[in-house]
């Protein structure tokens, strides 16, 4: 892209002396930007954004210009490890490889002999693009068992997308909508899964008008024509609310409803139910305000909904993303240019062939944990998390006996920590594989020591849903680290596998490539790869669901023995819902609110993104902060019925003074003791995971609005702190 | 001589802070010390409107900079093409620039005892490159370098 001035890339080089230069695909997120990778004397001498990218257009993160800072990190695990004290004496003793893949080999083949394929649980995290790897040796092992964040992050877009529309509808920044409306997600800081801030701000410079949903102000939501701060958790009731004034003041389009909708009658019914002085009420948002950007929404041309994680952490998690659905396709909006799109992925083989679902048995399948109660879940291949804490318990419905967790530190990131902490020290034999020894591989039987994605060659992207792949060609090597894929492969041989994976992991990926007639090698000296990029799709074919229409009346769900049809649940902790325990923990807590350069609990030991923020910060409102005699900048205990945690306060007048704001992901690899801090500022400590506050269909934890008090720490303890 | 310039839309940022770790690549200064620094404005109502907005705090290269008048061992000069320039080399630590400059732009290295700014990566820009935080890194490209003939 011409329109944005970069330096020369061969003056650059000329100028440093760099030696050379690879282009690849950055993953210290979801992954996505193109960058360019100087090297001098086969190190990395400098990131920058890649120009010629599509995604980011020469932009970069900085998280993605750090990313050396986190490769080349003096604490980094460079070699396998077994554990040689107890669990969380942090003694380790080197092994090999062999060594290594072999013990964790007669493991697995040990317990499935003894206790079946599902006593052992593959996990990860939000994945590093190595989601497709580990399903696929889930799959030929025969465990149904795969713990990721799947019950709560994107999987639930997946899941009711499909069963909407076919697929997850993707905001079209490319041709610009008019009308942009942010619903609980600061794209421009969290570059979420499809998204990233920068196509995101183009379209707000080229005059897109801006609603933000947000209980905070956000620079966005500052921004925007009409901020709706609402009560944390009301979104279901908030996306109602607006479907009521474009139903009864018909602001819809028409054509579609008419032709391309399923379940318009009993939908409208449902709506109807949401009239705006009971959602007033029960949003906090004045209902002048919700009809404003209701019209604003509805009625510019195109219009898109910037959405995310934060409306599916919560017990209306399913109904949220389907709500706002919704609102994409009454408006239609869905699959026109400047909307959002169904796009196509290019025609290779697909994450779900990788995955090798369907090597998995109808047996095995049974017995995925929680598949009687969180059918959704189960039916995308995805858990909740406490069915296998509790599976490691109590045994129940039968004992899980191993853990190999591949880029997940679930002591922080799942709720109800010290349960997850419980279950980690019980369990018989638990691997890990990361780039640190964080405090959930603290845990781990043997350590093995991931490639970052400098470190790999693999196809970027290749899981999402935005229609471009993009080459991630290897840069460096450091220590004896591996990526992921490649020690499952090893694996996989390892443990009867061998005929289903490859001699060398380069082969995976031609075989990924195979249907476009291009190897790995070809693809490599490519940009990118994009699917056909084609509007209204459905016109000719009809949506890819069971009706062939855009089910606003989910059949599926029904078939599954759930409602239909959208609702709004209240939060299981409320003013509304336990008003007792209001009395005593008398403020709304949101979790999770994004910071510059972490991702998760990743980055903490990184020099230059650490020094962006130090320290865990809560917000709260200076008149509750004067109320409960907070000082700005004073440690502060949050504490919720589960437990209590300590942040930073910082005055934040930017939201209602009934709500504080906790950051989540943190623990201190800088604090030289057992468990780094695991448990000091984790805001998993204070969250709750019992099975009625999931949401009933996706088994998502709510972890994103809870009940607090929030009161200083004393003097004396912040010394010993 | 060609006016070197770095214009800020503080407008336009997002406070993502891409361009204080591109800094940092760049120019390496030790932990704490931020020669490009975002800072908040708010949140705060502004009439009717509740307010919110990002700056960014990096010298601005002045006119007639204040630091320079300031400064007792003419470490800091201003260079025909406009860049002011904080020669480490030649600084006592005196900090009287620190105390000179409106913008809040100079900071004191302690490890070193000298002050630290924004010299505008002068050895990027002497040898025909962009510096780097205005190096299309932004993702609202709030930051853009000049060179622009100075015909005065
Ligand atoms: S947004 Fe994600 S992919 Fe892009 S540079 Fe940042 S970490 Fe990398
Ligand atoms: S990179 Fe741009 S948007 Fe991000 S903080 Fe810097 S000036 Fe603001």
Redesign the interface.
Known sequence: MTEFMQSNIEREMAVYGYDSLVKSHCRMCHGGCGVLIYLKDKKIAKIAGDPDCPINHGSLCSKGLASAQMAYHPDRLTFPVKRIGAKGSGRWARISWDEALDTIAERILDYKSRFGAESIVMGYGTGRENEAAIYRFANLLGSPNVLTAGHFCYGPRIATSIITCGTNPIVDYEHHPKCIMVWGNNVVISNPDCYKGEPFSNSVKKGAKLIAVDPRLTRIAARSEIWLPLRPGTDAALALGMLHVIITEKLYDHEFVENHVFGWDAFKERVRQYPLDKVEEITWVPSEKIAAAARLFATTKPAAIQWGVAIEQQITCADNDRLLMALMGLTGNIDVPGGQVLFQPPKVRNVGQFGAHRMLTDVQRDKRLGGDRFRMADNFAIINPKCVWDAILEEKPYPVKMLFFISSNPVITRANAREVYRALEKVEFMAVADFFITPTAELADIVLPAATWLEMDYIGDYWKRHGYILPRRKAIQVGECRSDHEMLNDLGRRVGQEAHWWENFEQALDWILEPMNITWQEFKKMDYLRGDVVSQKYKARGFSTPTRKFELYATVLETWGYDPLPRFREPPESPYSTPELCEEFPYILITGRRQPGFFHTENRQVPWLRELHRDPVVEIHPDAAGKEGIEEGQWVYIESPRGRIRQRAKYFSGMDPRIVSAEHGWWFPEKNIPGRGWDESNINILTDNRYETCDPAMGATSVRTLLCRIYPVSESEVSHG | MDKKTLIIDHF???????C???C??ENNAP??I?LIEIVED???MAGEQ?????HVRVCRHCEDPPCVAECPVAAITRRSDHMVILDTAECTGCEACIDACPYDAISFDEANGVARKCNMCSS?VN????PACA???????CI??TSTFDST
């Open positions: 336009e940022c997002w406070g993502c802070k891409a204080e770790v591109a940092k690549q932990d704490g931020k708010g949140p705060r509740p307010f919110f907005e990002y990027r040898q025909g490159l962009i190096d299309n890194i932004c993702l609202a490209r853009q370098f």
